[in-house]
């Protein structure tokens, strides 16, 4: 028998196979299979998954919902899109330290402007040394 939390009990009677404060029965939200739901897309299904958006969270730390049942809209929704935080990444944010992780586009700025110093650098220093 397969027991994915190991919590003990094994999952055809756990009612929270995967420990992450939703009750598998609730793990559904796209009408389908709870097996075919699989917020980030990692090959693991949400009702055995201890971080279902994977933004380094686990989903338990997310406060997902009151009860186990994030469809009795006590789901947290910060940004207040509709779409419970849970089952959101969080940006550009380090899960850990909730700090601004600069973007590729951030990234190629900071590049070019320390590349124009250098250039410029070196300009100034042809000019003054004389070459």
Known sequence: PIDTDDDGIIDAL????????????FENYNGGL????????????DYLDADDDN???L???E???V?????????????GDGRPDYLQRLGNFSPATQTPIPTLTQWAQILLTMLLGLVA???FWRKNSGH
């Not at 709870?34 to 980030?40: F, G, V």
């Not at 009860?67 to 940004?79: L, W």
């Open 14 to 25: 756990d009612e929270d196979d995967d420990n992450d404060s939703i009750l598998t029965i």
């Open 55 to 57: 933004d380094g969270l």
């Open 121 to 123: 650098l070196g300009g």
């Open 67 to 79: 009860g186990g049942n994030p469809n009795n809209g006590n789901a947290r929704d910060t940004d």
């Open 59 to 61: 989903t338990a730390q």
């Open 34 to 45: 709870p097996t075919d739901d699989d917020t980030d897309r990692d090959g693991t299904p």
């Open 63 to 65: 406060q997902p919902a």
